[in-house]
């Protein structure tokens, strides 16, 4: 430390600090929100560390300092996770009969509330299925009420709950639905629903999943406030409420995870996790499934409308019998506060 001048040193101990964070971060995965509540909010900026890691590694680079190793070492630790951040380039498959598309998307109750002054969102989200035409549809936050026309759609299971604002889950099948059903989170109003789906001789269930918000807007207000010192307490609540979603995200994730484990079908689970692909969660409601956006993605696959990074919350899993063939996150369309995504699979 000798050898450093005082701005190099605050630059190393800032570095250390940052070590151990992303360290941290590293192992959150692995451990229930419901121990170390607070600590699991670190998972979100993991993006963010990976990209201040590298600089740091960047910064001593160019000065041939050996305290590159460090940063160098935690990179490499990490080096599983990148892809889950981000995707350099994606495989291309020869079209097959056996290919099927599904899309998800949160459509925030089509507009209904007008969070956006537009009257055309409705009629904009149904051209935009309509061109996609994907033949299995997972809707989160579905509407009633814009009246939208999915008539393409024979088979359908929509499950709509609430008192004063009615939201619905909704599955949309071009494929026959021979069984349908929801799983009930405790003291939410999130849910699961599922549908078991005959594709020619082929049977599987696909889930639609929204787990608990962590409720903050998609211009990140609240954030931006709580970089004043003075809105320290509301910075407190924040974290609080933050911690509080994922302990609630993890009993949901343990329901989800338990409910399929006794589905004799091959699964695809889509939808709004409200969570990072770092996170606890994630790992366990993943489990042994593809992520479409590591198998057949590309770029950021940036999903939700987040102002500082591409925040990417809203997945398709697909079973191990299943080839993810394409994925696509369609960040240029822009009516709701989350993007639409849609996989090409195809049974082994």
């Not at 740091?56 to 490499?76: A, D, E, P, T």
């Not at 299995?136 to 709950?161: F, G, P, T, W």
């Not at 770092?278 to 696959?301: C, M, P, T, W």
Request: with cysteine; hydrophobic share 45%; charged share 25%.
């Amino acid at each position: 430390m000798k050898d450093l001048s005082w701005f190099n040193k605050l630059m190393f101990f800032l570095n250390i600090v940052l070590t151990v964070s992303t360290f941290v971060a590293y192992v959150l995965p692995f451990l229930a929100p419901k121990l170390f509540p607070l600590l699991s909010v670190l998972t979100l900026f993991m993006p963010l560390f990976f990209i201040l890691n590298g600089l740091f590694f960047l910064y001593w680079g160019l000065q041939f300092k050996k305290r590159m190793i460090l940063s160098g070492l935690v990179l490499l630790m990490g080096i599983t996770f990148i892809n889950k951040f981000y995707k350099f380039s994606a495989k291309e498959y020869p079209e097959n009969e056996k290919d099927f598309t599904v899309m998800s998307y949160n459509v925030r109750l089509l507009n209904v509330f007008r969070w956006l002054d537009r009257d055309n969102v409705p009629a904009q989200i149904l051209t935009f299925i309509n061109d996609k035409n994907p033949d299995i549809l997972c809707i989160q936050e579905y509407s009633n009420s814009a009246h939208i026309d999915l008539k393409v759609y024979r088979h359908k299971y929509i499950l709509m709950e609430g008192n004063q604002i009615k939201t619905a889950q909704a599955i949309f099948s071009k494929f026959p639905i021979i069984n349908e059903g929801n799983i009930v989170f405790p003291n939410s109003n999130n849910n699961v629903v599922f549908a078991d789906i005959k594709k020619g001789k082929d049977i599987i269930r696909v889930y639609n999943i929204h787990l608990q918000s962590i409720k903050i807007s998609p211009d990140v207000t609240e954030i931006d406030e709580n970089i004043d010192v003075i809105n320290e307490s509301k910075s407190l609540q924040l974290l609080h409420r933050i911690s509080k979603a994922f302990k609630q995200q993890q009993q949901q994730a343990e329901l989800i995870k338990e409910h399929k484990k006794a589905c004799p079908y091959p699964i695809i689970i889509c939808g709004d996790m409200n969570n990072s692909a770092f996170s606890y969660v994630y790992r366990n409601i993943k489990g042994k499934l593809k992520d479409s956006f590591e198998e057949a993605g590309k770029g950021f696959g940036a999903t939700y409308k987040f102002r500082y990074y591409p925040a990417r919350i809203d997945y398709i899993f697909a079973d191990d019998k299943m080839r993810v063939k394409k994925f696509e996150s369609f960040s240029d369309f822009d009516n709701s506060d989350h993007y639409p995504i849609m996989a090409k699979l195809s049974m082994e």
